[in-house]
């Protein structure tokens, strides 16, 4: 189902109480932190030019005061070619940001269905920013279905193995044009708490000239060993390369760079890390050589005689659990000078975490604080068919429920990490698709993990969220699937500090 036809309309949608009829947004309003505001009147709202193949009434409208943006879509029209789109929305200019927080509302007084996104929780100092919308799905299993069908139950059960993604090439409401001016800083902002991301990719000032809207990178079918244009444009990842990371408020950084001075070692700044690309498997050597010389071994694999003078298991360490990706997190902390700290403890999927498991990492590599990531495997290629969303709520739960991890010794405590978005790969993009990974699937995965450990009130299971960081450059991985060292050596601080700090 494709879009095929535009036309701007003249006037924003009619000034609304936007309420929401689900019982379920209701229900989880704390978990996503939703608020119900009034879409402002015409003279707040800023429409934005679409594209010729997005729906002839589609619109879309730019509220600065409550920083969202919304789309209203005719009903009868979306019902004919895309009923139940999933969006992600991007802005970018010297910043970059992502809409977030989609909220669905039904048509109501006559006025058409909208989808709203909000970039309130996100730092963004003033000026003319593009904007990119795409359509990832358009019979959407995703986070604004359950406002939608009101059945929390059937979304979970939903089979989405042979869903299709949109056509990377065709899937853009917006155009190269379209634009949105913000006024006054957006910084993030708390309620009754400090919150520590306060970051963002902002553009090297000397590199802005060289570049013109920023477009959702992608790999066409047929690319892997062809350089042609078709093929070149849509994977060229050099304007994502323009941006660096950049915290908001180092206090908390230099709390990390002290802590580790304390323990003779000099903290380095992954942001200084150069966008470079190398192959995964020269990564895991370097890991399992890094390890062998400090701890004696990867994993399990342990060999005291082999560690370096002066390192011991005096200290407790760290585990972090996962497979590749998790490897690739152990690469940016040693980038960090933070890998004395930190063990890689390889793990597939959730089914490997057994008490025992935990039980041979506490007694053998003295670890008492996991920081989880299993989630590639369940949605990926390997399996040869994805975790249903039950089946990923379900092994979770097993494993944050289990009793016996905890009785193992009194300082357990386990942190489910947000999983890694993927970039729309050819397998991920293929009709049907034999890698499952897409942003919508992810973004599931995730709010499950944040909404397990809020309902399982144990003071022992936490949700590390590190999306503030890795999802706005979501497709920046240099081989569709593992993030840059650019990126995970910051998500490597922030854990870092969360984690022997805060």
């Known amino acids: 189902m494709r879009y095929n036809n535009t036309k701007l309309f003249s006037t924003p949608p009619q000034q609304q109480y936007r309420t929401t009829t689900s019982s379920y947004h209701n229900t989880e309003q704390n978990l996503r932190r939703r608020r119900h505001i009034l879409i402002a009147p015409s003279t707040d709202a800023q429409a934005i030019e679409i594209s010729i193949i997005s729906s002839k009434k589609t619109t879309i409208w730019h509220y600065p005061s409550h920083r969202e943006i919304c789309l209203q879509m005719d009903y009868t029209t979306m019902v004919a070619t895309c009923p139940h789109p999933d969006l992600m929305g991007r802005i970018s200019g010297s910043s ?15 006025v058409n269905d909208l989808y709203c996104g909000s970039y309130k929780n996100v730092w963004l100092p003033p000026g003319q920013y593009n904007l990119e919308i795409i359509v990832v799905l358009c019979n959407s299993f995703g986070l604004t279905s359950p406002m939608r069908t009101k059945n929390f139950t059937k ?7 042979k869903d299709c993604l949109e056509d990377p090439a065709r899937n853009q409401i917006t155009t190269s044009s379209s634009t949105l001016t913000i006024e006054t800083e957006v910084s993030s902002t708390s309620e009754g708490k400090e919150q520590l991301q306060e970051g963002h990719w902002m553009m090297d000032k000397s590199k802005s000239a060289n570049y013109g809207p920023l477009s959702t990178r992608y790999q066409p079918q047929d690319c892997r060993d062809e350089i042609s244009e078709r093929c070149a444009v849509p994977m060229n990842d050099s304007h994502l390369k323009a941006f660096n990371f950049v915290w ?3 206090t908390w950084l230099e709390k990390l760079k002290q802590h580790q001075l304390d323990l003779g070692f000099n903290l380095k700044l992954g942001q200084s890390i150069a966008w470079n690309i190398e192959d995964r498997v020269k990564i895991e050597d370097r890991v399992k050589e890094l390890e062998l010389r400090a701890h004696g071994g990867t994993g399990l694999d342990v060999d005291s005689s082999k560690r370096m003078k002066g390192a011991t298991d005096e200290e407790s360490k760290i585990c972090v659990v996962g497979y590749s990706h ?10 960090n000078s933070l890998g004395h700290r930190f063990i890689w403890a390889p793990a597939q999927y959730p089914s490997d975490l057994s008490t025992e498991f935990f039980e041979q990492y506490y007694h053998t590599r003295n670890c008492t604080k996991f920081v989880i990531g299993v989630g590639q495997h369940p949605a990926g290629w390997p399996g040869e068919a994805p975790y249903s969303l039950k089946q990923w709520r379900d092994e ?38 034999t890698d499952w990974r897409s942003p919508t699937v992810i ?18 299971v936490d949700y590390l969220d590190t999306t503030f960081i890795t999802k706005h450059v979501w497709d920046t991985a240099y081989d569709w699937c593992h993030l840059p060292l650019k990126v995970s050596s910051v998500e490597a601080l922030y854990i870092a500090y969360v984690l022997l700090v805060d």
């Open 396 to 433: 979770i739960t097993s494993v944050v429920t289990n009793e016996e991890i905890f009785k193992i010794d009194g300082e357990i405590k386990l942190y489910l990490r947000s999983i890694h978005h993927n970039p729309i790969g050819d397998m991920i993009g293929k009709c049907q698709p």
């Open 443 to 460: 973004d599931s995965y995730n709010f499950i993990l944040e909404k397990l450990v809020l309902d399982s009130n144990n003071s022992r």
């Open 96 to 110: 970059l940001a992502l809409l977030e927080e989609w909220e669905y509302h039904p048509s109501v007084f006559n």
């Open 155 to 161: 979304w979970l059960e939903y089979d989405f193995k």
């Open 248 to 250: 908001r408020n180092n």
């Open 326 to 335: 998790s490897c690739h997190l152990i690469d940016a902390f040693w980038a």
